[in-house]
């Protein structure tokens, strides 16, 4: 129906004149900013809401948020990727997308602190117990802990602090073994330096407020899938991908196959719990995703030449980067990855918290704040912010001692970094902390 511009009063004017969208072929991405989309005819409404045709609501679907979809899956080398409003969001979907009540988790110890919290505040209460692997590079530890009712194995590529780099495909097969996904948060890494799937991972998941993005600026988190769920082999250990949905309807697996997990977040987890990505925050993710390669080469390339410079530095008591020899996962990061080492690490000062304290307070092209994967420098306290809830023991176990900061490295040129280290650090020194 179209209202008559000239029988119409004016406040139906206002909402009703001239709504047409001109046809055009735009070149970058447009952004869908609506609640939701008009339907054309009966029939298409009553397609939309039985096979999922088309575009309805926003929480259930968006063509920005689509486009970004594509593109991230096509970078993880997944089949189908859903994007939400935060890391944490795509942390707990892609978790409530395998487990539930009664299931297990296998999660690495060196993890985002949000995750660590999600698994024993959040996930506990829901019946769902976790157990943790320290040492991540030896797959009978992860074994070990596997049990019949284990759902899924979660781990990061690149960890923060200690910078650990995960064996993707020795992990992945452990999980194989028991018919249950690897699912592995790229954040640190990105798809520029690692594509898990490829290595056998079944579900990619990221917080892409960090180097997706980019530029600090929103929040959003997606989920990869491999699109290798193997119904026949593993169907039994998901009832709720492959028996029928309520009513007696088709069960997810009859309808999507060995893309289940992935249809299932979309349709039953993710439009339920409600985070729901905002079109403009998935359109600024897309762009970023457009400079990632070389972003993150740059980025890589700053954060060697500052570690290389901290390494050596007198007041600097160590330096934990996979990118320098002296890490005991070089040699893994360089197998791995594709080139580069990321730039997120942490490095020690001598003298400890106050150390530390008058570093933070000195910096001024550091930039002091929580967050990563910025194309600007950050630098953050790990022991007295994020890590302030953990005991000294648990934090000495996660390489984050008083003295410890923690960088995400810029674009910025780096003689301008290093400068401002120098000058920071001449205090640590000048003051007096060295031990
Ligand atoms: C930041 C982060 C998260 C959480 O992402 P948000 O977008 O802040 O919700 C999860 N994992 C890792 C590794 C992160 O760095």
Same mark, same amino acid.
């Not at 064996?167 to 790229?186: C, F, H, M, Q, T």
């Not at 990855?337 to 304290?357: C, D, I, K, M, Y």
């Not at 306290?381 to 008083?402: E, K, N």
């Given at each position: 129906?179209?209202?008559?511009?000239?029988?119409?009063?004016?406040? !139906?004017?206002?909402? &009703? =004149? @001239?709504?047409?969208?001109?046809?055009?072929?735009?070149?970058a991405?447009?952004?869908?900013?609506?609640?939701?989309?008009?339907?054309?005819?009966?029939d298409?409404?009553?397609a939309?809401?039985?096979?999922?045709?088309?575009?309805?609501? @926003?929480?259930?679907?968006?063509?920005?948020v689509?486009?970004v979809?594509?593109?991230? /899956? /096509?970078?993880?080398?997944?089949?189908d990727?859903?994007l939400?409003?935060?890391?944490q969001?795509?942390?707990?979907?892609?978790?409530?997308?395998?487990?539930g009540?009664?299931?297990?988790?296998?999660?690495s110890?060196?993890?985002?602190?949000?995750?660590?919290?999600?698994?024993?505040?959040?996930?506990?209460?829901?019946?769902?117990?976790t157990?943790?692997?320290?040492?991540i590079?030896?797959?009978?530890?992860?074994r070990?802990?596997?049990?019949?009712?284990?759902?899924?194995?979660?781990?990061e590529?690149? *960890?923060?602090?200690?910078?650990h780099?995960?064996?993707?495909?020795?992990? =992945?097969?452990v999980?194989?073994?028991?018919?249950?996904?690897l699912?592995?948060?790229?954040?640190?890494?990105?798809?520029?330096?690692?594509?898990?799937?490829e290595?056998?991972?079944?579900?990619?998941v990221?917080?892409? *407020?960090?180097?997706?993005?980019?530029?600090? /600026?929103?929040?959003?988190?997606?989920?990869?899938?491999s699109?290798?769920?193997?119904v026949?082999?593993?169907?039994?250990?998901?009832?709720?991908?492959?028996?029928?949905?309520?009513?007696?309807? =088709?069960?997810?697996?009859?309808?999507h196959? *060995?893309?289940?997990?992935?249809?299932y977040?979309?349709?039953?987890?993710?439009?339920?719990?409600?985070?729901?990505?905002?079109?403009?925050n998935?359109?600024?993710?897309?762009?970023g995703v457009?400079?990632?390669?070389?972003?993150?080469?740059?980025?890589?390339?700053?954060?060697?030449?500052?570690?290389?410079?901290? /390494? *050596? &530095? #007198?007041?600097v #008591?160590?330096?934990?980067?996979?990118?320098?020899?002296?890490?005991?996962?070089h040699?893994?990061?360089i197998?791995?990855? !594709?080139?580069? &080492?990321?730039?997120?690490?942490t490095?020690?000062?001598?003298?400890?918290e106050? =150390?530390?304290?008058?570093?933070?307070?000195?910096?001024?092209?550091?930039?002091?704040?929580? &967050?990563i994967?910025?194309?600007?420098?950050?630098?953050?306290?790990?022991?007295?912010?994020?890590?302030?809830?953990? @005991?000294?023991?648990?934090?000495a176990?996660?390489?984050v001692?008083?003295?410890?900061?923690?960088?995400?490295?810029?674009?910025?040129?780096?003689a301008?970094?290093?400068s401002?280290?120098?000058?920071?650090l001449?205090?640590?020194r000048?003051?007096?902390?060295?031990?």
């Amino acid at each position: 129906m179209t209202v008559p511009a000239d029988s119409a009063q004016f406040a !139906t004017q206002a909402l &009703h =004149a @001239t709504h047409a969208v001109e046809a055009a072929t735009p070149r970058a991405t447009p952004i869908y900013l609506t609640a939701g989309f008009t339907f054309d005819s009966f029939d298409e409404a009553a397609a939309h809401f039985d096979g999922g045709t088309g575009f309805g609501y @926003t929480r259930t679907g968006n063509p920005t948020v689509r486009a970004v979809e594509n593109r991230l /899956a /096509a970078l993880e080398s997944g089949a189908d990727a859903l994007l939400v409003a935060s890391g944490q969001a795509a942390v707990v979907t892609a978790l409530l997308t395998v487990a539930g009540a009664g299931d297990h988790l296998v999660a690495s110890t060196h993890i985002y602190e949000g995750s660590r919290g999600l698994f024993l505040d959040n996930l506990s209460r829901l019946g769902i117990d976790t157990d943790f692997v320290d040492d991540i590079a030896d797959p009978d530890a992860w074994r070990a802990l596997v049990r019949p009712n284990t759902r899924a194995l979660f781990a990061e590529s690149i *960890s923060n602090a200690r910078n650990h780099v995960l064996d993707v495909a020795s992990i =992945a097969r452990v999980g194989d073994e028991s018919g249950i996904p690897l699912i592995v948060d790229n954040t640190l890494a990105t798809p520029a330096l690692i594509r898990p799937i490829e290595s056998g991972a079944a579900i990619v998941v990221h917080s892409a *407020s960090k180097f997706l993005a980019g530029h600090g /600026a929103v929040l959003g988190g997606v989920i990869v899938d491999s699109g290798r769920f193997d119904v026949s082999r593993n169907g039994h250990l998901f009832p709720h991908l492959v028996l029928p949905g309520r009513g007696g309807a =088709a069960s997810v697996a009859e309808r999507h196959g *060995s893309a289940s997990r992935i249809a299932y977040a979309r349709e039953v987890v993710a439009p339920r719990f409600g985070p729901t990505p905002s079109p403009l925050n998935a359109f600024l993710i897309g762009q970023g995703v457009e400079t990632l390669a070389l972003r993150v080469e740059r980025q890589s390339e700053n954060a060697l030449a500052v570690a290389r410079w901290l /390494a *050596s &530095h #007198e007041t600097v #008591e160590s330096v934990d980067y996979a990118g320098l020899e002296s890490h005991p996962d070089h040699a893994r990061a360089i197998g791995q990855l !594709t080139g580069s &080492h990321g730039s997120v690490f942490t490095f020690t000062v001598r003298g400890g918290e106050q =150390a530390a304290r008058r570093v933070i307070d000195a910096v001024g092209v550091f930039t002091h704040m929580t &967050h990563i994967g910025d194309v600007r420098s950050l630098v953050l306290h790990p022991a007295t912010t994020s890590h302030t809830l953990l @005991t000294p023991a648990q934090r000495a176990q996660l390489g984050v001692h008083p003295g410890t900061l923690r960088v995400s490295i810029g674009i910025e040129d780096p003689a301008d970094l290093i400068s401002d280290l120098t000058q920071a650090l001449s205090l640590v020194r000048t003051k007096g902390a060295v031990r």
